[in-house]
Nanobody, 128 residues
Framework: EVQLVESGGGLVQPGGSLRLSCAASGFTFSNYAMSWVRQAPGKGLEWVSHINSGGYSTAYLDSVKGRFTISRDNAKNTLFLQMNSLKPEDTAVYYC?????????????????????WGQGTQVTVSS
């Protein structure tokens, strides 16, 4: 059974940092591209960052470039999102998601249907 379990969210002041983790199981993690997706209250899904299966190709939403860093540890089946200089507009539930197709390419999905498994989400609140 495929499972994605996020952790690391919480309440942080503007300018602060958080590191999200996503523990994966039930599939060969190192074969699949992964993404972080967020949903703010009352808004739709927003693709934040993507990483290829090998961890050497990444992509970011323009508004988080230079502040967020996606990475992965394939030996530990874990995906990370380091978030620095957090802003109130980063407040959202953050999900990790597995791209449906395997392979080394960077996959920049834009539709929910391109991801076949999602975590339960972790809340990030940026507020003073």
């Amino acid at each position: 059974e495929v499972q994605l379990v996020e952790s690391g969210g919480g309440l942080v002041q503007p300018g602060g940092s958080l590191r999200l983790s996503c523990a994966a199981s039930g599939f060969t993690f190192s074969n699949y591209a992964m993404s972080w997706v967020r949903q703010a209250p009352g808004k739709g899904l927003e693709w934040v960052s993507h990483i290829n299966s090998g961890g050497y190709s990444t992509a970011y939403l323009d508004s988080v470039k230079g502040r967020f860093t996606i990475s992965r540890d394939n030996a530990k089946n874990t995906l990370f999102l380091q978030m620095n200089s957090l802003k109130p507009e980063d407040t959202a539930v953050y999900y990790c998601a597995k791209y449906w197709a395997s392979g080394p390419r960077l996959r920049i999905g834009v539709r929910k249907e391109e991801y076949d498994y999602w975590g339960q989400g972790t809340q990030v609140t940026v507020s003073s």
